[in-house]
């Protein structure tokens, strides 16, 4: 499974994963890929860095409070389209 090329949704759900350094092999690549060439995803994943650098700056730790990534989610959503639902 999995063998056709990632897309935006597959990208947005895993991208907290890959910027995290959690994503190994064929998965990471894919994603690098695609945020090559896919704007929208490319800053998805360039405010979210920025974003976990923030937090991680401001609390010493890599734990992000979940109420935190839901107010992000819909924020990104915003810019990316409709919500995963
Ligand atoms: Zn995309």
């Known amino acids: 499974m999995a063998l056709s090329p990632i897309d935006c949704q597959q990208v947005l759900e895993q991208i907290e994963l890959y910027l995290d350094g959690e994503l190994g092999g064929s ?9 090559g060439r896919c704007g929208p995803c490319m800053d998805h994943s360039d405010f979210q860095r920025r974003l976990k ?3 991680r700056a401001r609390c010493g730790c ?19 389209g409709p919500p995963l639902d």
């Open 27 to 35: 998965l990471r690549a894919e994603i690098e890929e695609h945020l």
């Open 53 to 55: 650098e923030l937090l």
């Open 62 to 80: 890599d734990q992000v409070p979940a109420h935190l990534l839901d107010r992000i989610r819909a924020l990104l959503a915003e810019t990316h």
